[in-house]
């Protein structure tokens, strides 16, 4: 099983700063990797697919680089909506998620 | 636009089976892969398994020996056996599309919270 590893846990940052979210792979994923916001109570909703590709919809300030085993999530300037939590997942061999980083307002 | 609804009991008594239904609505389950992943409360996310519409599945290898995963293309519904539950099985159920070639999920049903307990 290919594991997936976030990092940080936690990530306190103000609004309208950056935020940086990393995940890295037991094994090389190459880019077929995800990325995915779930706020309480609800879904996970898709916002990267192929490491680098948005989601319909998706606002331009997120953004996602990598391939292999090591991946990011940026976003450039947060906004309320953006506190949430943050998962990757694996699809190149079977399919897994990270544990989660959670967003939180500093 | 693509919608998914899961739907079930809520309460699951330990060893019995966890029967839950996921229906599609606004496109037609032909075609793609469909997708169970659960969420213990406060946890992560696991991926429970995918079916094709023909029939075809995959298992997470931690659940394989308890899982069925089965399609009716004619009600656009795919369902959900789990058996022998125990506490640990207690989670948010989501149904969701799994895309053309099983990759990524989108869109995901709102989930339903399966707690098992006697």
């Known amino acids: 099983e290919i594991v997936m590893t976030q990092s940080p846990a936690t990530l306190s940052v103000s609004p309208g700063e950056r935020a940086t979210l990393s995940c890295r792979a037991s094994?090389?994923?190459?880019?077929?990797l995800a990325w995915y916001q779930q706020k309480p109570g609800q879904a996970p909703r898709l916002l990267i697919y192929?490491?680098?590709t948005w989601a319909p919809g998706l606002p331009a300030r997120f953004s996602g680089t990598g391939s292999g085993t090591q991946f990011t999530l940026t976003i450039s300037s947060l906004q309320s909506e953006d506190f949430a939590v943050y998962y990757c997942?694996?699809?190149?061999?079977?399919?897994?998620f990270g544990q989660g980083t959670k967003v939180e307002i500093k | 636009q693509v919608q998914l609804q899961e739907s079930g009991p809520g309460l699951v008594k330990p060893s019995d089976t966890l029967s839950l239904t996921c229906s599609v609505s606004?496109?037609?389950?032909?075609?793609?892969?469909w997708s169970w992943i659960r969420q213990p409360p406060g946890k992560g996310l696991e991926w429970i398994g995918n079916?094709?519409?023909?029939?075809?599945?995959k298992y997470n290898p931690s659940l394989e020996s308890r899982v069925t995963i089965s399609v009716d293309t004619s009600k656009n519904q795919f369902f959900l056996n789990l058996t022998s539950v125990n506490t640990a099985d207690t989670a948010v159920y989501y149904c969701?599309?799994?895309?053309?070639?099983?990759?990524?999920?989108?869109?995901w049903g709102q989930g339903t919270l399966v707690t098992v307990s006697s």
């Open positions: 094994q090389s994923v190459s880019t077929n």
């Open positions: 997942q694996q699809y190149n061999k079977g399919w897994t």
């Open positions: 192929g490491a680098s």
């Open positions: 079916i094709y519409y023909s029939g075809s599945t």
């Open positions: 969701a599309r799994a895309g053309l070639w099983g990759n990524w999920f989108d869109p």
């Open positions: 606004g496109g037609s389950i032909s075609t793609y892969y």
